[in-house]
Antibody, heavy 120, light 109 residues
């Protein structure tokens, strides 16, 4: 069974930085494409970005609202994916989910999420 | 960017009834790139359907997906109490751009 455990959420002031981590187990992490999805309080789901596996290039891609502020990276030796968030805005307040794509065009497994609150 | 519009916003039904949830794309998309998820309050979303009509592992067969082009449907044949939740459709677009619909809240009548 795939398990994804996010950590690193919390309260940060506008303009500040935070790094989230997602520890994965139950999958061959080195081959996994990993995503981050967020959900603002009471709102719907929004894709934040993804990182390909290193065999597939290891490159990240980002949604427009976070491009140039957020960075996704991975450490395959630790089975962990990271989301570095800089220049945070109040509208970045959300629960952030780590998500595994077991195959193309699907989000198979989701972590429990970690709450990021950005204060004005 | 493709926009997905889900309807209705809220659907009130009773256990045992049939639920039909709609997801409409702003332009024609390949059914291979359309997925559905279920989310219950306080929980992470759960993967239900991929490529518009294929159930994920462990999803009961009362859940079915269909559609093509711009119109897609998630049907729950006979509602069980645990099926009342919010449902999202998702499109895997180029660039990439992975957009979600705004969700349909399926509530108990």
């Amino acid at each position: 069974e795939v398990q994804l455990v996010e950590s690193g959420g919390g309260l940060v002031e506008q303009g500040g930085s935070l790094r989230l981590a997602c520890a994965a187990s139950g999958l061959t992490f080195s081959k996994a494409w990993m995503n981050w999805v967020r959900q603002a309080p009471g709102k719907g789901l929004e894709w934040v970005g993804r990182i390909k596996s290193k065999p597939d290039g290891g490159t990240p891609d980002y949604a427009a609202p976070v491009k140039d502020r957020f960075t996704i990276s991975r450490d395959d030796s630790k089975n962990t994916v990271y989301l570095q968030m800089n220049s945070l805005k109040t509208e970045d307040t959300a629960v952030y989910y780590c998500v595994w794509s077991g195959y193309y065009y699907r989000f198979d497994s989701w972590g429990q999420g970690t709450l990021v609150t950005v204060s004005a | 960017e493709i926009v997905l519009t889900q309807s209705p916003g809220t659907l009130s039904l009773s256990p045992g009834e049939r639920a039909t949830l709609s997801c409409r794309a702003s332009q024609s998309i390949s059914s291979s790139y359309l997925a559905w998820y279920q989310q219950k309050p306080g929980q992470a979303p759960r993967f239900l359907i991929y490529s518009a009509s294929n159930r994920a592992t462990g999803v009961p067969d009362r859940f079915s997906g269909s559609g093509s082009g711009t119109d897609f449907t998630l049907t729950i044949s006979r509602l069980e109490p645990e099926d009342f939740a919010v449902y999202y459709c998702q499109h895997f677009g180029n660039s990439p751009s992975y957009t979600f619909g705004q969700g349909t809240n399926l509530e108990i009548k």
